[in-house]
Structure formats: C-alpha cells, structure tokens
C-alpha cells in the first residue's frame, strides 16, 4: 500500500472500520513511512479535539444573552429589557393616567352639568314661559 492509498484510509483506521487485511497493510504503511505515520498522527489528533468540541459537557459556550439585551436596552433608550426597578427613559410614564383621569373627571362635570340643566329648566316657574 502506498501512501496515498494509507491517506485515503484515515477516516476509516481512525473510526476503526478497516478490515483485518487492510488494517494490516494500514498499519505497515504507516511503519514504513514517518511522514506518513505524523500525518496520521496530527489526523488524530485533531479528529479527537472536534469530537470534544462536539460534546456539551467540555465545552462552555459563552452566554451572549446579557450582552445582547444591555446593546438593546442602550439603544432603545430603555424601552426593551429593563430590569423591573429601573427607571422609566422616556415615554409617557405617570401622565397618561393623570389625563385618563382629568378627561374622566370632565367627562363627568358635563354630564352632571347637563342633568343639573335640564332639572332647572323643569322647574322653571310658570310665569317665566
């Protein structure tokens, strides 16, 4: 076996799934050539650390989240993910129910104002008409 055939074989000598006959010229190919045999060996090696890569557990992925929501929060001045005791930036804050209630509160004086009227004008004298 040559040693272009040998690389072609690195995937399945790394996984295991060479034939005993293949194997064994695998391994005699390596034996027989160092180069070949320190390829092999940095095709391990790096097959081994994406298969660590691949696994939850050894690797911490950094949490981005905070540092999205803060970019968010800057930029909308406030308006998205503030935490429940921060201060309101901007917006209508307490006067949207103080007019809700003075447009209530008028809502009301006209309508007592109209009731009150239309009283007097029933009880207008007679003499008056």
């Not at 996984?15 to 391990?44: H, I, N, Q, S």
């Not at 929501?69 to 930036?89: L, M, N, P, T």
Request: negative net charge; aromatic residues 10%.
């Amino acid at each position: 076996m040559d040693a272009s055939e040998a690389r072609d074989l690195f995937s399945e000598a790394f996984e295991g799934e060479l034939e005993e006959e293949r194997k064994t010229a695998f391994d005699e190919a390596l034996m027989d050539d160092e180069e070949l045999d320190a390829d092999y060996a940095d095709f391990v090696e790096t097959f081994q650390m994406m298969r660590g890569l691949a696994e939850p557990e050894s690797v911490q992925a950094p949490n981005l989240l905070p540092r999205i929501q803060e970019r968010i929060r800057r930029r909308s001045g406030g308006r998205y993910y503030r935490d429940r005791f921060a201060k309101r930036v901007g917006g209508p804050g307490w006067t949207m129910p103080v007019i809700g209630a003075a447009a209530i509160l008028l809502v009301l004086g006209i309508a007592w104002f109209a009731v009150q009227a239309t009283l007097l004008l029933e009880d207008e004298p007679a003499h008056l008409e």
